[in-house]
């Protein structure tokens, strides 16, 4: 879309200023935080209502004029990149929290409303919001709803899904549906809201989220713990699975500590080092917590799975602790990495994570390899860091077959392509490796029902 009439109509559907056409905002807010595309909108259009999100959404339809939404520009999949001509419609303007009911535990959000906004807004109130992930400071909930975000504390709290109590979504038809009605109990046939959770806008856009809350944890406590292998791992999962009630367990590898540690702002957990460390966290509601932790710490070392720990005694150490884990992705970010988000189920993580290291590193043996992730989720991050040697096109061309490689893996283990990053336009092309042919031919049944002439987001999850 690149005619001036247009851009003229549909600066009458909104607030004088809220369109932009200059160069410096085509380029930031056509991307997110994918790094392999060009960014090529025609326009950023800043709606400030419902009621010129929908204004939007007709006239693109009658025009027939791609829409991308766009909050926090934090995605990893390349789901808010426009790099088609098409007109970026921006949240950030629907920024507030609406209104909060205490009986009910929710708070009703405007889509641009940041992550950790509701996760401040919701301390204040005495609650928790607890969908948490290292870009909470700059994502957006009707981001996170559109991905369905994940993050670190899935294994106690769930997805983003679990917190949506209900939607208001403009429609790709540009209709208005109040979806769910914040009930928790309705069994009035299809639960149209999941569906918007995680269709990364392709079916409609998210103007309204009401979000439950959660009482506040109490006594955060974190253990840091080096083990001798891999394998190890999960027997430590299943240790403290068995005597604690986790809010998290995360593991990077040695080479990802060395990353944190070069920065110079994160102390080591302790002096030992181990090709891997998990990290945990449970709530030390009593002493008897605490000391049960460290019973089964003790039993881990006992068995050879644990060669080292070291569990937090204030909130300035869980801050450190988590830091290990938090700071990998934005450190190694200046390497421009080759990332994948993978997920199987617990039981088959430590067969299917050898099998990928051992393609990556018998074909690719000069690749520096980081694998971190949610493990207790089954959720492994694989990100791999370009040899100086290569180009930044020769390294992403090799990295054509490692994705190949890893989806075929992926395949054999019944696993998926993307468990919290979403399909966007990185993944789009492999969806056969974790959806069969006749699921997603009733995922585009789906997309037509709600966006008949494919003005939301075309080409993510499918190609146009
Ligand atoms: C993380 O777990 O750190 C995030 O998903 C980001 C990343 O994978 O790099
Ligand atoms: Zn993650």
Request: with cysteine; proline share 4%.
């Amino acid at each position: 879309m690149t005619d001036p009439a247009l851009i003229d109509e549909l600066k009458t559907l909104v607030e004088p200023g809220k369109v932009l056409t200059d160069a410096d905002s085509l380029n930031t807010y056509g991307k997110d935080w994918t790094k392999h595309y060009t960014p090529a909108p025609t326009a950023i259009v800043f709606p400030k209502s419902v009621e010129q999100v929908q204004a939007i959404v007709r006239w693109a339809n009658e025009r027939k004029v791609a829409l991308v939404p766009s909050g926090g520009r934090t995605g990893l999949s390349a789901a808010a990149v426009a790099a088609n001509g098409e007109v970026v419609v921006s949240f950030d303007y629907m920024n507030q929290i609406l209104s909060f009911n205490e009986m009910d535990r929710t708070a009703v959000c405007q889509p641009g409303v940041i992550t950790a906004q509701l996760q401040q807004f919701a301390e204040d109130k005495g609650l928790y919001y607890p969908v948490d992930f290292a870009s909470s400071g700059s994502s957006q909930i009707g981001g996170n709803i559109g991905t369905n975000a994940g993050g670190i504390k899935v294994i106690r709290y769930g997805m983003t899904r679990n917190w949506v109590a209900g939607l208001k979504v403009v429609t790709g038809k540009g209709d208005l549906l109040e979806l769910n009605k914040d009930l928790t109990k309705n069994a009035t046939g299809y639960d149209m809201r999941q569906l918007f959770i995680g269709a990364e806008g392709t079916l409609g856009f998210v103007v309204e989220a009401t979000m439950r809350l959660e009482r506040q944890p109490t006594n955060l406590t974190a253990m840091v713990l080096g083990t001798p292998d891999f394998d190890s791992i999960m027997p430590v999962l299943h240790a403290f699975q068995d005597k604690l009630d986790l809010t998290a367990f995360e593991f990077f590898s040695d080479k990802c500590l060395d990353k944190i540690l070069e920065r110079g702002d994160v102390p080591a957990p302790f002096e030992t080092r181990t090709p891997f460390y998990a990290l945990l966290e449970f709530e030390a509601t009593t002493d008897q917590r605490a000391e049960q932790a460290l019973a089964t710490f003790e039993h881990c070392v006992n068995e050879g799975w644990v060669v080292d720990g070291v569990m937090s005694q204030s909130d300035q150490q869980l801050q450190n602790l988590w830091k290990l884990r938090e700071y990998i992705s934005e450190t190694i970010s200046h390497r421009t990495p080759y990332k994948n988000d993978i997920s199987v189920t617990v039981s088959k993580v430590p067969a299917f994570l050898a099998d990928i290291d051992a393609i990556v590193s018998g074909n690719y043996p000069d690749f520096e390899v980081l694998w971190y992730g949610h493990i207790g989720d089954g959720n492994l991050h694989l990100n791999i860091l370009k040899p100086e040697a290569l180009s930044k096109d020769e390294f992403f061309d090799k990295c054509a077959s490692v994705n190949k490689w890893v989806f075929e893996t992926v395949e054999k283990y019944n696993g998926s392509i993307s468990a919290e990053h979403g399909v966007g336009m990185t993944k789009r092309d492999y969806l056969t490796y974790s959806r069969s042919e006749a699921e997603i031919g009733y995922m585009k049944a789906i997309k037509a029902a709600f966006d008949p002439n494919g003005i939301m987001n075309p080409g993510k999850i499918f190609a146009v």
